[in-house]
């Protein structure tokens, strides 16, 4: 699958459908007929919108884990906890289930945003916050993680 680019202001309605925006469509045009997997983030306090393809590949890794290792059933056990498997319907809405937009403090102002290889689906007021966070030195973090001298990426 092709890389995703963009960031968009939607709005959901009173059911919970987010009209998808048109060049995030277009993007996962090729995957849209494979559904979703709609998931909490780790990090943040949003939700994570994982193609098919991109999800099978992720559970694949997570799959070669030692289940017989407590903290790896409970890493698989968290990540995978309110994880659903969402289409996109022939009006170009996705539904967000009631637990993840309660997870993500999902109110009728939303922003969808590409990270890479998935889409984050943020509450508004929240995504401002992460983006304007005054703790995070955006310098000095680019510097951290793509500042290495191995190529211009930080790519060896």
Known sequence: MDLITGTYDCKVDAKGRLMMPI???????T???DGFVLRRSVFQQCLELYPMQEWQLLMQKMNKLNKFKK???DFIRRFTAGAKMVEVDANGRLLIPKDLTVFAN???????????NIV??????????AINDATVDF???AEQVMGQDEDAYGVS
Not at 23 to 28: E, N, P, S
Not at 106 to 116: E, G
Not at 120 to 129: C, G, R, S, V
Request: aromatic share 6%; net charge positive.
């Open 31 to 33: 995957v849209l007929q």
């Open 120 to 129: 984050e689906i943020w509450d508004k007021a929240l995504y401002e916050q």
């Open 71 to 73: 903290k790896n059933n």
């Open 139 to 141: 310098a000095d973090l």
């Open 23 to 29: 060049a995030i469509k277009k993007q996962l045009s």
């Open 106 to 116: 999902i109110s009728k102002n939303i922003v969808v945003a590409s990270a890479i």
